[in-house]
């Protein structure tokens, strides 16, 4: 059983790591690659940096500091957190149980631009299978994503009674499993419906695609969608809802930096990671 696993290796994962670390945890950090700062060409208004940094050699330097204090470091996607007490973190490297958790997936909730989408969001347009499987039961819908949390997210629908096609919108199907469910690879022209979805059309077909469902799962499982799957509460914006203490509307699952929202800077993912990983510490404390 692991005391906590923190799912990011931005500065919110890697500051909870530190913080975890020093208060005398042996904190398991799970991470896909750069978050955010792969896209920040330069850093420069962050404590201590004499000379701006790329946005990459930031993430690399977090990541280095983490491991020299020996904490263990996972490349995977995390898929699904799921439990009541104990939490059970699924990811594409195997599952975990831990005691608690951390979210710090920075912000990120992909949106396709294709027409129909935006419109018809909560009107057949999900971003969640666990929260809405149930209401396509017996109907068809359709995953949209290209990765392991597209091929995830399918099987669960499929799992609940959804008749569920993927469709990875002209990209490669890059599953690292294969899967019986049907997948087209064609581009995605439009999602059809007016007052609910109705279909998808695909580039070349004259005919759309029945679907009473699109569940859109683009990229990783963000924490927004780990969240909701758990049951936490979003704020109004579409963040987790957190308290002064980084600690969720779930006992033992915190999140910290762009995913609770607020100022998207590095000085602030830093800080929000310092007080879940301190919150982490004392939560295991009294759990044992
Ligand atoms: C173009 C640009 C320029 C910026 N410039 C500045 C600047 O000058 N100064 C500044 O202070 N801030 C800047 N920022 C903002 C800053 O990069 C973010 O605020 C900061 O990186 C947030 O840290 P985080 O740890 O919350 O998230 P991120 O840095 O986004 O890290 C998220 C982590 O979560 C991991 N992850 C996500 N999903 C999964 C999953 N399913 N399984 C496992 N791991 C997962 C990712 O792999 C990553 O390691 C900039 C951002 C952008 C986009």
Do not use: W
């Not at 077909?205 to 979003?234: C, D, H, K, T, Y």
Request: aromatic share 6%.
């Amino acid at each position: 059983m692991e005391q906590v696993i923190i799912m990011g290796g931005g500065p919110a994962g890697v500051s909870a790591a530190l913080y975890a670390r020093r208060g005398g945890l042996d904190p398991l950090l799970i991470h896909h690659g750069p978050g955010a700062l792969a896209k920040a060409e330069c850093i420069e208004n962050y404590y201590g940096l004499e000379r701006p940094l790329t946005g990459l050699e930031l993430y690399e330097r977090g990541l280095s500091q983490a491991k020299a204090l020996g904490i263990r470091i996972l490349e995977a996607e995390v898929l699904e957190i799921g439990g009541f007490d104990t939490f059970e973190v699924k990811t594409t490297a195997g599952d975990f149980e831990t005691v608690s958790v951390i979210l710090a997936t920075g912000s990120k909730r992909l949106t396709p631009d294709i027409k129909g989408v935006k419109e018809l969001e909560g009107r057949g347009v999900s971003y969640c299978a666990i929260c809405d499987a149930f209401f396509y039961r017996g109907k068809q819908a359709a995953v949209l994503g290209n990765a392991d949390f597209a091929l995830h997210e399918a099987e669960l629908l499929s799992q609940t009674g959804v008749g569920v096609t993927i469709l990875t919108d002209g990209k490669p199907a890059e599953f690292s499993r294969k899967t019986d469910l049907p997948v087209l690879t064609g581009k995605v022209l439009s999602v059809e419906g007016t007052e609910k979805v109705t279909g998808v059309l695909l580039e070349g077909s004259e005919e759309p695609l029945l679907a009473e469902g699109i569940f859109v799962a683009l990229g990783n499982a963000g924490s927004a969608e780990i969240a909701r799957q758990m049951g936490a509460e979003l704020n109004e914006k579409g963040n987790i809802k957190v308290d002064d203490q980084m600690s969720s509307t779930i006992p033992g699952l915190y999140a910290a930096g762009d995913c609770a929202g607020g100022l998207l800077q590095v000085a602030k993912a830093v800080h929000e990671g310092a007080v879940a990983g301190l919150s982490a510490v004392k939560y295991v404390k009294r759990k044992k």
